[in-house]
């Protein structure tokens, strides 16, 4: 239902409490080994294998039986790191010359290194004793065969991928990625503006990159005008291949305001408690959340910032902005019951600066920009030196 003037503006908490109840992702997917990277593990994996699968040598140098150490050993052959058919087997007083990550003989105990020893001809001598079973990995050491390789949930970097390709592992079970469709709406959007009240569309190649950085699929992303005919059509096959839409513009107050006047009688259109991003709205059609941002290009990408890619990360994994506090360089001031997000930027010395105006407009200072900075709903006034909340953009 409609915002009514006399209740109080939804805060930025409640809002993103009604967006976080609508909104859910679920289903996996099978993903060969290639392109797993950054997706998240949605079932634990068990190695098929032991690992390593065969007992092998840490160190390039001599395979022996430790109870003939130290002493002359006569050396008998060498084994490569590379496929072999036969092991030599060791008598008492021999070595084979080995090499890292070669099998060893299953009557070798020890492996002594090349440093440490000294060859002459088809001798070598070891100086000192060694323990039974130095320089060798037996198999499974590392991981037995059926024991879990990789827990779920679990985001996958080159290291988990090593892991799964020792094991033979061709593929695994993944989250499927969050699928959000983009509709940028205004008359005034043009491909190449050549008349006066035309201008480039900011939002929509901001979102599209919004989405792919938050690890989810920007399956539909397209451009339509004031026209409500228009916007619906397009709204339907948003909905029919997506998770969640996300529009921008058209949800203001006064007239052509194509998304309110298509949605406004199917969810919540309002003010909410925030600068800049206070115009919002929420509908679910057919089952599936769309929420409406406002059309200036930093309340577009602040509110996908604040309501949309928390939810989106928490699904992929994907990494959100470091939070920090920073002390103030210049004082600022932000209206009394709102939640504003200014744009700052790190200086030199540690402190944190302002980075532009508080506008919505300012696209080019939020680009500016290397961190917001929140001011919470009961500060109206900060001054140089004072701490701030800041995220990282």
């Known amino acids: 239902m409609p915002h009514h003037a006399h209740r109080p503006a939804p ?13 859910a992702f679920d289903g996996d997917e099978e993903v060969a080994l290639a392109g797993l990277l950054d997706r998240v593990l949605a079932y634990d994996v068990a190695s098929p294998v032991d690992l390593p699968l065969f007992r092998n040598s840490e160190r390039d140098g001599f395979a022996v039986r430790a ?35 070669a099998p060893v003989p299953a009557t070798a105990d020890a492996v002594v290194q090349v440093e440490d020893v000294a060859v002459d001809g088809d001798t070598v001598t070891v100086p000192d004793t060694v323990p039974a079973g130095r320089w060798i990995r037996d198999r499974g050491s590392d991981l037995a065969a059926g024991g879990t390789i990789l827990t779920a949930p679990r985001r996958l970097g ?12 061709p593929a695994a079970r993944v989250r499927r990625r969050p699928r959000v469709a ?47 005919g228009a916007f619906a059509a397009v ?29 406004g009688d199917r969810g919540w259109f309002g003010h909410i408690a925030m600068q800049p991003g206070g115009p ?19 309340s577009t990408q602040l509110s996908f910032e604040v309501f949309l890619a928390p939810l989106l990360r928490a ?19 932000s209206p009394a019951g709102k939640r504003q997000f200014l744009r700052g930027r790190w200086l030199d010395d540690g402190r ?32 140089a030196g004072d701490v701030v909340e800041t995220w990282s953009l």
């Open 67 to 101: 109870a003939d150490l130290p002493g002359v050993l006569r050396i008998v052959g060498e084994i490569a790191a590379r496929p072999v058919d036969e092991l030599p087997h060791l008598a008492p007083g021999t070595a084979v010359r080995i090499m890292t990550g």
């Open 235 to 263: 709204l339907e096959r948003a909905v029919a291949a997506s998770d969640v839409v996300v529009t921008s513009g058209g949800i203001s107050m006064g007239d052509h305001e194509v998304v309110r006047d298509v949605l």
């Open 182 to 228: 983009l509709i940028s709406t205004g008359a005034e959007l043009a491909e190449h503006p050549t008349r006066l009240g035309e201008i480039h569309d900011a939002n929509l190649p901001a979102l599209v990159a919004a989405v792919r950085q938050a690890g989810a699929d920007p399956v539909l992303a397209e451009r339509v005008s004031d026209d409500a």
């Open 158 to 169: 080159s290291r988990h991928l090593a892991a799964l390709a020792a094991a033979g592992v």
């Open 11 to 23: 805060s930025v908490d409640e809002h993103a409490d009604r967006i976080r109840s609508l909104v």
């Open 352 to 383: 944190v600066a302002l980075a532009s105006g508080p506008q919505s407009h300012l696209v080019a200072g939020l680009a500016a920009a290397d961190c917001l900075l929140v001011v919470r709903e009961h500060v109206t006034e900060l001054a």
């Open 280 to 298: 919002q709205g929420v509908t679910v059609v057919d089952g599936v959340p769309v929420l409406s941002f406002p059309g200036n290009p930093v």
């Open 315 to 333: 699904r992929t994994g994907a990494p959100g902005p470091a939070r920090v506090t920073g002390t103030l360089a210049e004082p600022a001031t």
